[in-house]
């Protein structure tokens, strides 16, 4: 609605805000009548609300002043942190409510209250921009806004109605919206959420919010009902005061709700005109996915029916593409970002909406029982078990990588880290038992994604070699130990109900006749999926497929495996590098930053490391090795490049810029390997060792014989390290606190100093003007901190810029991004340009598409 201007007040000497209407606004709404409105709330007089000082018009443009506040808003907290304490944000709740009771007895209703609007002041709140909106509506311009297609209110804080045009908007508007608020503060997102305005509005009006406890265990239940009380549909339901709704959150004077009002779905009498056609096209989708599971008359479908459903909690998914079905082909579990972290989303394919499950934080590579009651998976280096529902994990085991099978008595057989065996656990808990271990004479690395066969007795498992053309798919006999062979160069083996045993190879699903008593292979292979998200260094394919023949699956396209590589300033100002979206990683400025180095992984195959002239945009391809190679740092000089080459670990290796000299190991050995820093000086190179339980930080020289030194081991994750340019601080981030966080730490003797860079998360930290500042990334944001270079002391982050940039919560990795030394030029890796749809792609009688495929009616067959 306005443009602010940080002002001074010269009469006063002090500094104000000062708001400026939008002309477009002032056109319609008229300059005189919204000043008489507005200072209506000039007299309003309360700790917790801003005041007006001034207004009025000059050279046509209506302005307001209202005090200038050190602090930052609720929305600022909230991005930062996502979750407040509860005990805190029920008292920012209650603050608030004291605000809206004292406008409420004079007269005056907020209609816009949110995060943007609450400042926070010494930790207290105090609520903006009071009265603006009821100016704005009143009169003969609230109807001119409305035909302009201009609204007022924010739709995920909006009550119902409002979101219907309700001319007479009453306190209890305010009530609402102070819940959604509330609810924002406890859970990290309102209670009803969109890709569009019209999404969010439709589900205000049709759906009920989901439980706060189920999300998070620790809130009182009486601030639950408060809170769901405050989100009634109806007005009358609502509490009848914000004094009331703040007794609810001190335990005083709370209400009990209808007893069906958790069930309630109807459509609200005053609403039904507008909800209508949203409720008709929610029956037209919900009786297509009805028929498509169901089939016509309760019969079998002769063809299959193909659908997308969307994931509308995904902001994102991690580079390990996980998708399941439960057993009877009706939710699927889907692994997403969302919060910045990895969950696991449900989404019920005869319903609209899909939810977080509760508890599955964090949660990587998951597996369902057999009743699809339960979901297994690894995180924070275990193995847990959760209620689909959501609820508390259940720790099983340790466990750093998970990906396991779960049989009918309760036998979960999983992976235990990325160089382990198979490992056996009970469900109901115990001590876990090594099943297998890899073969390394004839190169294998690992055995990964299991799947018990129907005898409960044969294990089809993932023997991993590098590159992934040499993995073979084998079967186990749990008895007597006898391994075979099935596949040669394919991934995460499936064995579905029709007779079929399915694998991935280069973003393809691929299906061989395969007799499952005789545990062999009866025929040749078909492409039958040509289009599923895979992660190319483990083999995890993004589908899955159901008893009953359901197939789901993760598309490439939507999994987001293509970026533009941008270079933006200080300010977030962008321009493009490479004028197309590809496959790929790592950007790094050569010393001269005249050059760029950069992974690019084809379609099919590994990747490889080349290199890109700024100046002509000229490319020329370093690397060119069966073994994928990628995560290139630049030597001082700008020379050579020391990059990682998985064989089948991550060793390092140096070859010249220009290509034109061959590889030469810099080190390898029994365990991973990730570049970090080169130093300013070009002496040292700091890199990450993965070891079992976690990964620790090591140097290593650059000129003479190399000798690698560790130089900090705590047991957690540690990665990224950053040597600064006087070599006397390493920047790293770690998992440690419980979430991943930026440090300093003296070097080389890692017991002198310690800091905390970054708070509400961080990783990837890189050194700029001369080692007295601290980039880093912080989700899809770049922070920076500024650093005393001879005390270590560091001042509090700042954002620099935000955009849709590739941020993957898989941190210990190599880094995703670069900038200039002098602090001013970043490259970064975009989402590209447009919408890309967060779904999953669903066949329902799936397998007579299935059977025509590999009997050769089907479109491809295996080369």
Known sequence: MATVFLAHDVRHDRKVALKVLRPELSAILGGERFL?????????????????????????????????????????????????????????????????????????????????????????????????????????????????????????????????????????????????????????????????AQAIIARVMTEEPRSLTLQRRTIPPHVEDAVRTALEKLPADRFASAAEFAAALDGREARSRPAAAGARTSVRPYARTAVVPWVLVGALALTSLWLALRGVNGGSMSGSMRFAADLDQAQGFPSTPSVLLTPDGRTAVVGAVAGRRNVL???????????????????????????????????????????????????????????????????????????SGLWRVSAAGGAASAVTTPDSASGELAHWWPQLLPDGRHVLFTAYRAPMTRATIEVLDLETGARRVLVQGGVMGRYVASGFLLFARDESVLAVPFD??????????????????????????????????TLVLLPTSVAGTRFQVVEADRRGVERAVLADADRYANPRFSPDQRRMSIDITPARGASDVWVVDLIRSSRTRVTSEEASDFGALWTADGRDLVYMSERPLFELFRRAADGSRAPEQLLGGQHDRILGSISADGRLLAFTLSVANG???????????????????????????????????????SDESGRVEVYVQSFPDPTLTRRQVSSGGGSEPLWTRGGRELVFRRGDSVMAATVEPTTGAVGAPALLFAGPYDDKPEWTGPRSYD?????????????????VRRQVVITTHWFDELRARVEGRGERREP
């Open 819 to 835: 900038v200039t030394p002098d602090g001013e030029r970043f490259l970064l890796l975009r989402w590209p340009t447009g919408d």
């Open 516 to 549: 499952v008593q005789r545990q062999a292979v009866t025929g040749a292979a078909a492409v039958v999926v040509d289009d599923v998200a895979m992660n190319y260094s483990d083999g995890f394919a993004g589908y899955d497929v159901s008893p009953s023949g």
């Open 36 to 196: 008489a409105e507005i200072k209506t709330t000039a007299n309003l007089q309360h700790p917790h609300i801003l005041s007006l000082f001034d207004s009025g018009e000059a050279d046509g443009l209506v302005y307001y002043v209202m005090p200038y506040v050190e602090g930052e808003s609720l929305r600022d907290r909230l991005t930062r942190d996502k979750q407040l304490p509860v005990d805190e944000a029920v008292r920012i709740a209650r603050e608030v409510a004291d605000a809206l009771d004292y406008a409420h007895q004079h007269g005056i209703v907020h209609r816009d209250i949110k995060p943007e609007n609450i400042l926070l002041h010494g930790g207290h709140a105090q609520v903006a921009d009071f009265g603006i909106a009821l100016a704005a509506s009143r009169g003969e311009g609230g109807t001119r806004m409305t035909e302009t297609g201009m609204s007022l209110g924010t739709p995920q804080y909006m009550s119902p109605e409002q979101a219907m045009g309700e001319r007479e908007i009453t306190p209890r508007a305010d009530i609402y919206a102070l819940g959604c608020v509330l609810y924002e503060m406890l859970t990290a997102e309102p209670p009803f959420t969109g890709a569009t």
């Open 695 to 733: 990964t620790d930080l090591w140097t290593v020289s650059l000129r003479g014989p190399p000798s690698p030194r560790q130089y900090l081991a705590n047991g957690f994750l540690l990665g990224h390290p950053a040597l600064s340019p006087d070599g006397r601080w390493m920047a790293f981030d």
């Open 345 to 419: 989303l449900s989404r019920r394919l005869d319903r609209l909406e899909t939810s977080v499950i509760a508890g599955s934080e964090g949660a990587q590579r998951a597996f369902l029982s057999p009743d699809g009651r339960w979901v297994g998976f690894e995180a924070r280096g275990k193995l847990w078990k959760l209620p689909i529902e959501g609820g508390t994990p259940v720790a099983l085991a340790d466990s750093r990588w998970g990906g396991g099978t779960w049989g009918p008595d309760g036998t979960i057989i999983y992976t235990q880290s990325y160089q």
